[in-house]
């Protein structure tokens, strides 16, 4: 498991299960993403009707399958089709794998791949 956020060449960011593809001379190829959900985020103001002296907006974020009408939630990407790679903040990985997260989804469906996989970081596993 290595869930990151990632940035993506059309500005897009989602959330995944992330993996380095890597050939036989173990050169980076590309990259092997699980179940990717979009990651929005906008700002919701408090109600001025409440007793807070300073109100303080807060951030509502959503969660939408990157790819919903793909037959598996494993895709191969471009290495130029990622801009950025960060680990997500603790509230946002719980959300993930609490709602998102596929539990040895490479075990159970790709069978017939023949890439080597490589994790970017296991220490927070």
Request: proline share 6%.
């Amino acid at each position: 498991m290595s869930i990151k956020v990632c940035v993506l060449a059309d500005s897009e960011r989602i959330i995944c299960d992330f993996y380095e593809v890597r050939d036989s001379f173990r050169k980076t190829i590309g990259y092997a993403i699980i179940n990717p959900q979009i990651i929005g985020v906008s700002k919701v103001r408090p109600s001025t009707m409440t007793n807070s002296p300073t109100p303080e907006p807060t951030f509502s974020v959503t969660m939408t399958s990157w790819n919903p009408f793909a037959k598996t939630q494993f895709f191969k990407i471009n290495l130029q089709d990622v801009l950025c790679i960060n680990d997500p903040t603790d509230d946002i990985l719980k959300i993930y794998k609490e709602q998102y997260y596929l539990e040895d989804f490479l075990d159970n469906h790709i069978t017939d791949e023949t890439l080597e996989i490589i994790n970017y970081d296991n220490s927070n596993s």
